[in-house]
T-cell receptor
Framework: SQQGEEDPQALSIQEGENATMNCSYK?????LQWYRQNSGRGLVHLIL?????REKHSGRLRVTLDTSKKSSSLLITASRAADTASYFC????????????FGTGTRLQVTL | DARVTQTPRDKVTEMGQEVTMRCQPI?????VFWYRQTMMQGLELLAY????????DSGMPKDRFSAEMPDATLATLKIQPSEPRDSAVYFC???????????FGPGTRLTVT
């Protein structure tokens, strides 16, 4: 079963605007990761935030993590048409398993 | 530029035929994953290996799917016999270690008619 649930399922914005996507999860985690998938391609890792971190930046990306609410957000600032893709959160749950659990994804459309 | 490779990129086959998908993980990565992606089900984990040993294949239909790692540079996913409901994109991914970022291959688009 999927642990992460992204919200919204789809988002359409204009170039230059900011895009915010949210992810909620259910169990304790070691870290949470965000991935991007362009249509017809494999997923690409964007950023990893550990459970003891609250915020992380990478270029135009800003990720926050609230472990008390079991939620994370991904902010893309000054969006570009090239940011059009699906975005997935993935959680590394505590325990012995090595796997990530992926969410359902947010489809972002950035128009000119 | 290290990357995960998958072959074939596209496969069209008839129901009942055997399908073999291959993956070459990034050299040095010790964990390899197989995923299936469909519009209806999203991204599903089928199986994964650590140091070539299978850790979890609970996501795979055992009667028709099998996954192996003959050596550290090759992972295979076989479907025998294939069915139309197996039509999907199959991704392989590899990682340095548990919980680390995963590097995905380009996928194999399987169509079973």
């Amino acid at each position: 079963s999927q642990q992460g649930e992204e919200d919204p399922q789809a988002l359409s914005i204009q170039e230059g605007e900011n895009a915010t996507m949210n992810c909620s999860y259910k169990t304790s985690i070691n870290n949470l990761q965000w991935y991007r998938q362009n249509s017809g391609r494999g997923l690409v890792h964007l950023i990893l935030i550990r459970s003891n971190e609250r915020e992380k930046h990478s270029g135009r990306l800003r990720v926050t993590l609230d472990t008390s609410k079991k939620s994370s957000s991904l902010l893309i600032t000054a969006s570009r048409a090239a940011d059009t893709a699906s975005y997935f959160c993935a959680t590394d749950g505590t325990g012995t398993a090595s796997k990530l659990t992926f969410g359902t994804g947010t489809r972002l459309q950035v128009t000119l | 530029d290290a990357r995960v490779t998958q072959t074939p990129r596209d496969k069209v086959t008839e129901m009942g035929q055997e399908v073999t998908m291959r993956c070459q993980p990034i050299l040095g990565h010790n964990t390899v994953f197989w995923y299936r992606q469909t519009m209806m089900q999203g991204l599903e984990l089928l199986a994964y290996f650590r140091n070539r040993a299978p850790l979890d294949d609970s996501g795979m239909p055992k009667d028709r799917f099998s996954a192996e790692m003959p050596d550290a540079t090759l992972a295979t996913l076989k479907i025998q016999p294939s069915e139309p409901r197996d039509s999907a994109v199959y991704f392989c991914a590899s990682s340095w270690d548990r919980g680390r970022e995963q590097y995905f291959g380009p996928g194999t688009r399987l169509t079973v008619t």
